[in-house]
């Protein structure tokens, strides 16, 4: 039998239900993986600009996943009363959990009825770099998917910084990508 897979509203509902049941549980493990990809992608969708469009594929079956990938934890701190699998990942193609955690963020979710559910989530340049790894190793249709998903977020993020009336904050993300200048720094 084929595995199942699910799209992120599936995802989101089964980080609120590890909120309601296991709030510790989100503050201390990181999201990674497609569904790391796929809370960008929603980030993206949400804030609608034309410029940084979310990629819109005719088969969405691509950006389905199996599980909520989790790293920065160890296989006992993961609940087993969830409505969706969780899996460990301790160590990526090219990236390690110490690494995830170095430069995680602090995502909010955001539902329907008002709630709002702060997790982590990994950085989305260690994301990309991965993803790269990825790509070169294993070629999935999805690693493409989520590389492209993730260059569109970077580009969204840097055109944020540069309209701040923060300096230092357009100054320090293109310090942070300058491996990545030819690609990201338009």
Request: aromatic residues 8%.
């Amino acid at each position: 039998m084929p595995e199942k897979r699910h799209p992120w509203p599936d995802l989101k509902a089964s980080l609120r239900r590890l909120h309601e049941l296991h709030p510790e549980f989100l503050s201390k493990a990181i999201l990674v993986g497609g569904a790391a990809c796929m809370f960008y992608r929603a980030v993206l969708a949400r804030e609608s600009h034309p410029e940084f469009p979310v990629n819109q594929d005719k088969d969405e079956s691509a950006w389905l996943s199996k599980d909520l990938d989790f790293t920065h934890i160890t296989r006992e701190d993961i609940p087993q009363d969830t409505s969706l699998p969780c899996g460990l990942v301790q160590s990526g193609i090219r990236l390690s959990a110490l690494d995830f955690a170095e430069t995680v963020r602090t995502g909010v979710l955001e539902f329907d009825d008002g709630l709002q559910i702060n997790i982590l989530v990994a950085d989305p340049l260690e994301l990309y770099r991965e993803k790269e790894a990825c790509l070169a190793r294993l070629n999935r249709p999805q690693d493409r998917l989520h590389l492209d998903l993730l260059k569109t977020y970077l580009k969204y993020e840097l055109w944020q910084a540069r309209q701040s009336k923060d300096p230092g904050l357009k100054i320090a993300l293109e310090a942070r990508y300058q491996n990545y200048a030819k690609e990201l720094l338009l």
